[in-house]
C-alpha cells in the first residue's frame, strides 16, 4: 500500500516509511491510497468471531499487502491483550469500555500497535535507533510509554508540563526507567508540543538522530484504533441492537472518530457519527459556519480533549474531498455537540444517580451528546468511553461524592520511583541534551 500526504507536495511513501517518519515532508498526514472494504458477509459474520478474529480481517485489509499474515496475527495479539465490552448504560444507550489495557484509557490500542509495528521494522531492516518524541497532558505520554516499554530499537521521550499532569498519570510515564526518559518541562502543554515540532525542524538534530512521532497523526497508531468500532459493532449484533447505530465519539485531535469514518468507509455499518467536544469547539463551529478556525485550546475537566486545532482534521477534511460540497457531506455523516465543565459534571452526577454508572468526564461528553441528539426508538447509541474514571478519581469523587477503587494496574504504577529530567522551555536546552543522547 502506498501512503500520500494530506498536502498532496510530498512524494508517496511506503507503509515503513510513513511509520517510521510520522509526518510526511511537506507536513501532511499520510493517507492509505485506498481503502479496501470488507465484504458484506464477512460483516454479517463478525458477531461468531471473536476481538482478535475481527482486528486481523481489518489489519489485513489496511496491512496485509505490507506485511506477512503470521506476523501481522502476532502484532495484533500482542496488541489486544484486553476486551473492549459494550456496556448497557440506560435504555438504547451503551458505554463501548476501552480503558482495560494497561494504562486503562484507549489509547492503549494504538500505541501498543504501534511500538510493535515499528519494532518489526527495525528488527527487519536493521534500521538505527529510532527516537519517539511525545508531548503530553497525560494520558498520551502513559498509553506511549508503556506500549513502546521495552521494544528493541526504539527509545522514547516523553515530554510533559511540569506540575499540570495529575499525580496518577505523572507515576504511568516517570516510573518506568528502560528506553523511556521523562523529561519535565517548565511551561505549558503547548509548550512541550513547540518542543516536539521544533525537533522535528531542526536539521542538526535529524542528522544526530532519526527521531518520529507517537501521536495520532501517526498511520500506525490512529488505524488500528478501527479494530474496536468493529467489535462493538459485533457485540451488538449479538444482541440484535446493530441495525441503526449511533456512535458518539469524545474528541480531541479527532484520531479517533478519524478511525471510525474509516470504519464506516470499510463498509461497516454506522448510521451516523457525533463528534463530542468540551469547550475547545472548533470542530463544531465548522458544522455550523463551513469556517475552520484553529484557537490555544482551553483548560476542561476533560482535559484529553484540550485541543485547539484537531490535527486529524485535515484526514477528515481528505476523506470527504471526493464531493463536490464535502461540508454538506460532512454534515450528513457527522453532528458535533459541545459541553461546558458544569455541563460535564452535571451529567456525570445524574447518569450516576439515575443509573449507578460511572462516567469519566470524557466519556460522558460522549454520553450526553447521544442524550441531546434524541435517538429514535429503533436507534442504538454507542459512546466511546475513552477513560477509567479512576484516571481521574480526585475530579471524579468530587463531582459524585464518591471515594472509587483505583484498579490494581493503576497501582503498581504508583509504587514505582519517580525518574525524570528537568528541562526548560527554551529550544536550545532541549537541543543540547537531545544532542547529547
Ligand atoms: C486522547 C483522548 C481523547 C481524544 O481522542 P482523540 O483521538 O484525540 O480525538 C478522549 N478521551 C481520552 C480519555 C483521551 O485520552
Request: proline share 5%.
Amino acid at each position: 500500500m502506498k501512503y500520500y500526504s494530506t498536502n498532496k507536495q510530498a512524494p508517496f511513501a511506503s507503509l515503513e516509511e510513513a511509520v517510521v517518519k510520522g509526518l510526511a515532508s511537506d507536513k501532511g498526514l499520510f493517507m492509505p491510497e485506498s481503502i479496501q472494504p470488507i465484504d458484506k458477509d464477512v460483516i454479517t459474520d463478525l458477531k461468531n468471531k471473536t476481538f482478535h478474529e475481527i482486528a486481523c480481517t481489518v489489519a489485513q485489509a489496511f496491512f496485509g499487502q505490507d506485511i506477512e499474515p503470521d506476523t501481522l496475527n502476532e502484532i495484533v495479539k500482542d496488541t489486544l491483550s484486553f476486551e473492549t465490552p459494550v456496556v448497557n448504560v440506560r435504555d438504547n444507550i451503551y458505554s463501548l469500555e476501552l480503558f482495560h489495557g494497561p494504562t486503562l484509557a484507549f489509547k492503549d490500542v494504538g500505541a501498543r500497535f504501534m511500538a510493535r509495528l515499528l519494532g518489526y521494522f527495525i528488527q527487519k531492516e536493521g534500521l538505527k535507533q529510532v527516537n519517539v518524541l511525545v508531548a503530553t497532558s497525560g494520558d498520551t505520554g502513559s498509553a506511549v510509554a508503556n506500549g513502546f516499554l521495552g521494544v528493541p530499537g526504539i527509545h522514547v521521550y516523553v515530554l510533559y508540563p511540569k506540575g499540570k499532569v495529575s499525580p496518577i498519570q505523572e507515576c504511568q510515564f516517570t516510573t518506568l526507567g528502560q528506553n523511556i526518559t521523562a523529561l519535565e518541562i517548565d511551561g505549558t502543554f503547548d509548550d512541550c508540543q513547540a518542543l516536539v515540532k521544533s525537533a522535528f525542524m531542526d536539521e542538526a538534530l535529524n542528522q544526530h538522530m532519526k527521531l518520529t512521532s507517537a501521536n495520532s497523526i501517526n498511520v500506525a497508531r490512529f488505524l488500528p484504533q478501527s479494530f474496536y468500532y468493529f467489535n462493538a459493532y459485533a457485540q451488538l449484533d449479538r444482541i440484535g441492537e446493530a441495525d441503526e447505530l449511533v456512535v458518539s465519539v469524545p474528541s480531541g485531535n479527532f484520531g479517533n472518530i478519524t478511525a471510525g469514518i474509516f470504519a464506516y468507509w470499510m463498509g461497516l455499518p454506522i448510521k451516523r457519527f457525533i463528534a463530542a467536544n468540551n469547550r475547545n469547539d472548533v470542530f463544531l463551529e465548522y458544522l455550523n459556519t463551513g469556517v475552520y478556525t484553529p484557537r490555544p485550546s482551553v483548560s476542561t475537566l476533560a482535559n484529553a480533549m484540550d485541543v485547539g486545532n484537531p490535527s486529524n482534521f485535515a484526514r477528515i477534511l481528505d476523506l470527504f474531498g471526493k464531493y463536490e460540497d464535502p461540508h454538506k457531506e460532512i454534515c450528513k455523516r457527522i453532528s458535533g455537540y459541545r459541553f461546558t465543565d458544569e455541563e460535564i459534571a452535571a451529567t456525570m452526577k445524574q447518569t450516576y444517580t439515575e443509573t449507578g454508572y460511572i462516567l469519566d468526564p470524557h466519556g460522558a461528553c460522549g454520553y450526553q451528546a447521544l442524550v441531546n441528539n434524541h435517538l429514535t426508538p429503533n436507534e442504538t447509541g454507542v459512546f466511546l468511553e475513552t477513560a477509567h474514571p479512576a484516571k481521574f478519581k480526585g475530579v471524579v469523587d468530587q463531582i459524585l461524592s464518591t471515594d472509587i477503587k483505583i484498579p490494581a494496574k493503576l497501582k503498581a504504577f504508583m509504587q514505582g520511583k519517580k525518574q525524570s529530567i528537568e528541562l526548560s522551555k527554551d529550544f536550545e536546552g532541549f537541543k543540547q541534551f537531545l544532542l547529547q543522547q
